[in-house]
C-alpha cells in the first residue's frame, strides 16, 4: 500500500509589528518586548464586564480558535459546537486535497505548512512514499526553498509531488532548479492527483496522466495535456462529521485580470458552478454535517450576476448564514442588497484598495471610485457586515494620488478596514509586467520584498503615508475601525451586546490602547484616558484601579 503525506495551509506570515509598536496592545499580546519601552502604557487587562448570569470576564478575551479563516490543526470542539458565532473552520485547499485522497481511497497524512514556518502542530514522523506540497500559498523562491529543504532532510527516499498556484505558474524553473521535485500537477488535481499515485504504486505508465510535469529519459521537462474537470459534475468535498463552519468553492480562474493577483494565469479557464449545484452543496452540508455556516472563499463570489439573482432565493430557502468576497460594482442596488440579507449574508470583504480612478486603472481594477461609494453606502445602511481593503503604494501611485483613499477614510468610511503598505514579494504577479513603465525597484536583503522604489514612491513613504492615515481616521472618524489587533481577541468583545454597541466599544478600546503611540504629551493622554474610560463606563465597562487588579481577578474567579 502507498502511503502519502499531504502537506498544505497558509504560506509564512509576515505581521505588520509596527503597527501596533508602543501601544498597549502590544504589551498585552507581547510583555517582553512591550517591557523595553520607556513609557508607560494603559493596561487593558484593566477592563471588565459582567454578563447576563453574573460573571465578571476581561473585555478583551484571547482568541482560542486562531481567529476567523485562518486553518486550524485540531478537530471541533463542544465550544464550537454550541458557539453562536462563526469561527474556526478548515483551510479550503487542504479540505478540498484531503476530501480528493479520501474519495480515491488513498492512504494519506495530513500536515499543515504551518509548521515547517513556525515549528507549531503536527509532525508526523513515519515513512511515506509520497510527500505532497501544495504551493497555493506559496509566492516566491524563497519559502519554496524553504519548504523543499524542510522535506528533503525528513523524508529523503520520497517522492515529492507539487502543485498548486506557484508551481502552476513556475513549473519549468522549480524542474530545472530543484532536481528533489519529481513532478508537478498543474491545474486541477481532482483526476491527475489519484490517478498519478496509482500509477506509481503500480509503475504505470505516468505520461497518460493529464495536467503532469515529469522528467524523461533524458532529464528533459515533459508536460502532458491540460485537462479541466466540469465543477457541476464534479462532488464538492465533503467534511467528516459535524462541521458547523464549512469553506466553500464555487469556481476556478477568475474573469478580471487585476495586476496585484496572479489567480487568472494560474488558472486561465475560468469556471463555476451553477447556482443549483451551490445550493444544493449548503443544504447538504446542513443536514449531514449540521452546518449554519458557509465561508465562500473565492475571488469573487457575486459573479456572474445571473448566477447570484438565482443563487439567493435557493440559498434563502434553506435557511443559511454565509459569507463571501465581492467586487464593489457587483453591490449596485437596494434591491439586490435586500436580497442578499434575505439569503443570509452576513459579511462581504472587498477590495475597493484606492479611491483615485487613476490609480484603479494602473491595477486594471475595472473598477471605479463611484462605484466603491455606492458598495459602500448600500452596505451602510444593510445589516451586513463589509470589510473593505485598501493599498498605499501600488507602482505608479504617487502621495497625491493616494489623498483620494486618505481624504475617504478620513471623511467618508464606515465600517472595517485594512489599510496595506504594497508588498512586493509575489514573484506571479502581473503588475511586474509594468516594471520598466513604473521603474519598479526592489532592494531588500531579508527577501521580504519590504523596501522597494517606483516612479510614484518608494516603501518609507507609504509606511508613512499608512501610519499618518490610520492615526488621522483613529481620532477622526467614529465609525471607521481599522483592523490589527482584534484578530487576536474573541469577537464581538461582549456577545450579547447589538453590533452598533460592539461597534461602539471597539472604537474606544483602539483609541484608548494608542494613546501611547498617537499622543506625546503625557498631560494629554492622561486627559484623554480619563475621558475614554469614563465612555467605556457608561456602556458597563468596569475599570480596575492598576493596584486592585490582581485582587479582583482573584475575587471574579471565585
Known sequence: MMTALLISGMGPEYPDNQLLRDSSFEALLNPAVAANAGRSKFDLNRLHYKTAGGLVLPLLRKRKDGGGARAAGVPMSVDDKISKEPKRTFHLTSFTLESILTGADIDFDSMSTEHIWNNTGFEPTGEYDTVLLSTTFIWDQQTLRRAIAWIGQRFPGSKLILGGQYSNLKFNQIMREHKAVNFIIRGDAEIALPDLLRKLRKRGDIASVPNLVFRGANDEICLTPIGYVDL????????????????????????????FCS???????????????????????KIHNGAHYIKALDSTFTVPPTRLRSLLPKVEAIKIQWEAYTRANSINSTELVHQLENSGCSSLFLGFESMSDTTLQY?????????????????????????????????GESPELFEATRRFLVNEFSGEFALYVCMLQDETMPLWDDAEKFNIQVDDPSGEARIWSHSGMDSKT??????????????????????????????????????????????????LGMISVD????????????????????????????????????????
Not at 459534475?233 to 458547523?244: E, R, V
Not at 458598495?375 to 498605499?392: D, G, P, Q, R
Not at 484623554?528 to 475575587?555: C, F, N, R, W
Request: proline fraction near 7%.
Open 232 to 259: 457541476d459534475l464534479q462532488p464538492s468535498p465533503s467534511p467528516n462529521g459535524f462541521s458547523p463552519v464549512v469553506p466553500y468553492e464555487s469556481m476556478r480562474g477568475c474573469p478580471f485580470t487585476c495586476k
Open 263 to 285: 489567480f487568472p494565469a494560474a488558472s486561465p479557464k475560468w469556471r463555476y458552478k451553477s447556482a443549483d449545484k451551490i445550493a444544493r452543496d449548503w443544504e447538504r452540508y
Open 363 to 395: 491595477m486594471d481594477k475595472k473598477v471605479t471610485s463611484r462605484a466603491n461609494r455606492l458598495a459602500l453606502e448600500l452596505l451602510t445602511e444593510s445589516s451586513i457586515k463589509h470589510f473593505v481593503s485598501f493599498i498605499v503604494g501600488y507602482p
Open 462 to 511: 507609504a509606511r508613512q503615508l499608512q501610519l499618518e492615515t490610520l492615526r488621522e481616521v483613529r481620532w477622526n472618524n467614529d465609525n471607521a475601525i481599522f483592523r490589527s489587533w482584534q484578530h487576536d481577541f474573541e469577537s464581538p468583545l461582549i456577545p450579547d451586546r447589538t453590533r452598533q454597541e460592539n461597534t461602539s466599544l471597539e472604537k474606544l478600546v483602539d483609541r
Open 519 to 558: 499622543i506625546s504629551s503625557e498631560q494629554q493622554a492622561r486627559k484623554l484616558e480619563v475621558e475614554i474610560t469614563s465612555k467605556l463606563t457608561a456602556h458597563g465597562i468596569s475599570v480596575v484601579p492598576d493596584a486592585g487588579l490582581s485582587g479582583y481577578m482573584q475575587k471574579a474567579e471565585k
